[in-house]
């Protein structure tokens, strides 16, 4: 472990392994959409991970998706790719609401889960999820792939260490504006941006100040079936607090800090993809974690890797992001939901 002395003058390096040392796992995908492609594309550009199966509810898209990923395998129902015995691993790239079922009927059929962001509609549906996989010995973890970042393993030592003295405030926003024909708008689908961007603002607040003892959220609906943008106030058990904002409705900054007593910690927009940041401290001293602005493609591959580890050395969850960091979260996200009044 590395022995910090203050004032730091240099920032902590991130301690992620290179993505293509990780074990090999045999990965199937349930749900060919937008996530879907950008992490086939991410493994493959990445990682020595082999995709060997799709499977859609459409034989057509399966073999499309199957087709532009070169993936041997195609399945016309995301039952027949759990039963084949090609595969390590199930990615979930399905709407929210499918998540719970996909991620249960996988760990069923004996197969390790993936499972997008959020890993439950709620909290309870997350640790579900958890406790079956822990029940069955296998892995399950959520691909909330910001956390496995290695500008998040920096920030999280930053914020671990002390560098920034006392925490008293957080802010986050993650705003994107939506057309009403995308998923986000469809109650259905527990569209809304709450489950959507708002966990990335809701996960950041807690993997800074830890479960909040108060939450207080107000709302402003897209229209008369779903809500449009929340804000919200979090405190932790000292009074610290995090202010966040999610919205469907506008494009916003989409920048997080982080505000303690000797020095404030400066994410640029998009905070949750790869790029740089800034650390000022109080004493005049400004550090810069110095990388070039990525998208998915260049971010997801790293939850994979650490899923392909944990399985490797007989782990049911990941020490980066367990089960219960996504329960946590939901359990935010339930109480603003509660708070609002609305399901969704
Ligand atoms: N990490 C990130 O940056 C990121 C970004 C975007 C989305 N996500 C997450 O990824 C998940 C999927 O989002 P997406 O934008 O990829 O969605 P999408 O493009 O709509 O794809 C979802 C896929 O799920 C399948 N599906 C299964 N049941 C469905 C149903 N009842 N209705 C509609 N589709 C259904 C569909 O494939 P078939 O019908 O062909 O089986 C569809 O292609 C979401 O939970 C979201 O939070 C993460």
Redesign the pocket.
């Known amino acids: 472990m590395a022995i910090y002395s203050f004032p730091m003058t240099t920032l902590p390096t991130s301690r992620v392994r290179d993505p293509r040392d990780a074990p090999v796992l045999r990965w199937g995908i ?9 992490f086939v594309e991410s493994l493959a550009a990445r990682t020595g991970q082999r995709v060997m199966a799709v ?4 034989r057509d ?2 073999e499309s ?1 199957a087709h532009t990923h070169s993936i041997d395998a195609a399945f016309d129902s ?1 039952d027949a790719l759990l039963a084949w015995a090609d595969v390590d691993i199930v990615y979930v ?7 719970h079922a ?1 991620a249960l009927a996988a760990l069923a059929a004996g197969k390790h889960v993936l499972v ?3 890993l439950g509609v709620d909290a309870a549906q997350a640790a579900e999820i958890g406790a079956a996989a822990t029940r069955a010995g296998l892995f399950a973890g959520e ?3 910001t956390k496995f970042l290695p500008k998040f393993d920096v920030v999280q030592q930053i914020i671990d260490i002390g560098m920034l003295g006392p925490v008293r405030t957080v802010l986050a926003d993650h705003g994107e504006h939506f057309t009403p024909d995308h ?1 986000i708008y ?1 109650p ?2 527990a569209g809304g941006p709450l ?2 961007l708002g ?1 990335y603002v809701a996960g950041f607040a807690y993997s800074v100040l830890g479960v909040p003892t108060t939450v207080a959220a107000i709302g402003q609906p897209a229209n008369e079936h779903i809500n449009g943008q929340v804000s919200a106030v979090l405190a932790d058990s000292r009074g610290n607090q995090a202010v966040l904002n999610t919205t469907m409705l506008t494009n916003t900054p989409t920048t997080a800090t982080v505000c303690g007593e000797d020095g404030i910690l400066e994410i640029a927009g998009p905070f ?1 993809m790869p790029g740089p940041f800034t650390v000022s401290l109080r004493n005049g001293t400004v550090l810069t974690y110095a990388e070039d602005p990525g998208t ?1 493609v260049d971010g ?1 591959h790293y939850a994979a890797v650490d899923a392909a580890r944990c399985i490797a050395d007989g782990r049911t969850e990941s020490a980066v992001h367990p089960v219960v960091d996504a329960v946590r979260t939901l359990a935010i996200i339930d109480e603003m939901r509660a708070q609002l009044g609305i399901s969704v």
């Open positions: 349930l749900g060919p959409g937008w996530i879907a492609h950008r499977a859609s509810r459409n898209r399966a998706f995301y790239a399905t709407p929210h609401t499918e998540h996909c997008e962001k959020p691909a909330m792939w998923r469809d259905a689908l489950l959507d966990t949750f998915q997801l």
